[in-house]
């Protein structure tokens, strides 16, 4: 079937040319961070983690939230995301793929990755996380590339694949669930040692990930003609507009908490990021804008007319998506780091090289979904 991806019009070259130039720049910077090491970075010994492992965080949820189509299509025979099913598992696939690769130019020496295989340590979480992420990329894999299959020779799926469709629901939870995890296991961060925190995460994402396959539904249906139907359109925003209103809720809940019981080592993170300390205040205009569209954002999906309507649908999507990016993304794992453990204010911002590798990254991320979604297309355009 990836022969179809060799056949397109202009703009989609033009698109896939634009994509390999980003790729080329992307790699082009890793190959000099791996010469010269992370210290061409903005990392530091007290700001460990940083711009890639923000993305990480970030398209993680992104991936789980794919199980928002697949379990009403496949469990509650919703027929609305019959079209649409197959997008939100392919778009799993690009960003977990995109995980895996934030992990890889994170570390100074990525080669050492298959130890997590090869010496495996039941009681890290790293290692458990390895291996719920790599499975879930496996089993999105499987899943769409059988059902994909079967729709191209106009048979039913196979049964067996019945039982691993199952499988992937819960899967699908235990990947942001495993991630938060590794964030709130850590005794000597009190801004992510909260319980709270697999469920925030969860709820962004079933907030982010029907925001993304909205506005690629919305997209294709202008470039392709591939209509995904307005009912399917329809309730992923709604079911976009409940997470993020739980999404809203924990956060409130965590601001309450801290602000509440007035514990300084658990305060300052959150004076640091909505105010700042002294003069580090590098996050403070970064997340009075999400905090910004998610008020505009509410007001957009809660009024069923300005929801329903698809140029405001399509701004709200965007601007979800964006907040979350900057919450719980630098917002998120910065913040875990200013202050340190000693009470100490090291700011970090991204340097150049980071952020050209993370537009690599994206650009392999696009342009693998683009060649998934074009096969697609292709597929369910014959079928049709």
Not at 62 to 80: G, I, N
Not at 314 to 325: E, K, N, Q, Y
Request: with cysteine.
């Amino acid at each position: 079937m990836l022969e179809k991806a060799l056949s397109g019009d202009k703009r989609y070259w033009s698109w896939i040319a634009f994509l390999l130039v980003v790729i080329g720049v992307g790699t082009l910077a890793y190959l000099k961070q791996f010469s010269e090491g992370l210290g061409i970075t903005g990392l530091s010994r007290d700001v460990a983690w940083g711009f890639y492992i923000a993305q990480f965080t970030f398209l993680v949820g992104v991936a789980a939230s794919a199980v928002m189509v697949v379990l009403p299509y496949y469990l509650h025979d919703f027929k609305a995301f019959g079209k649409i099913t197959i997008l939100g598992e392919f778009l799993a696939v690009g960003s977990v793929i995109m995980c895996m690769t934030f992990i890889f130019v994170d570390m100074g020496q990525p080669f050492r990755i298959p130890n997590v295989f090869l010496h495996p340590s039941p009681t890290s979480m790293m290692f458990w996380d390895t291996v719920v992420v790599f499975g879930y990329l496996l089993l999105n894999l499987l899943i769409s590339w059988v059902v994909l299959g079967a729709e191209r020779k106009a048979i039913a799926p196979p049964k067996w694949i019945k039982p691993i469709i199952i499988l992937s629901i819960p899967w699908a939870v235990s990947i942001h669930t495993v991630t938060a995890f590794l964030y709130a296991g850590l005794a000597a961060r009190p801004f992510w040692m909260t319980a709270v925190l697999a469920p925030r995460f969860l709820a962004s994402a079933f907030a982010s990930g029907p925001a993304l396959l909205i506005i690629m539904c919305l997209l294709l249906r202008r470039l392709t003609g591939f209509d995904a139907g307005k009912k399917a359109v329809d309730k992923l925003a709604v079911i976009m507009t409940y997470a993020m209103c739980v999404n809203v809720f924990f956060v409130l809940m965590e601001v309450f908490t801290a602000v509440y019981s007035n514990i300084p080592e658990h305060l300052m993170h959150f004076e640091y990021l909505f105010f700042g300390l002294g003069d580090s205040t590098a996050l403070v205009p970064w997340m009075w804008l999400s905090e910004t569209l998610v008020v505009i954002v509410l007001i957009l999906l809660l009024n069923p007319k300005t929801r329903r309507n698809e140029s405001l649908l399509a701004f709200a999507c965007v601007a979800t998506f964006v907040s979350i990016w900057i919450d719980k993304g630098m917002g998120m794992v910065v913040t875990g780091f200013v202050p340190n453990p000693l009470g100490k204010v090291i700011e970090y911002t991204p340097t150049l090289p980071e952020i050209l590798i993370t537009l690599g990254v994206y650009g392999m991320g696009f342009l693998i979904v683009t060649v998934l979604y074009k096969v697609a297309l292709a597929v369910k355009q014959k079928a049709a």
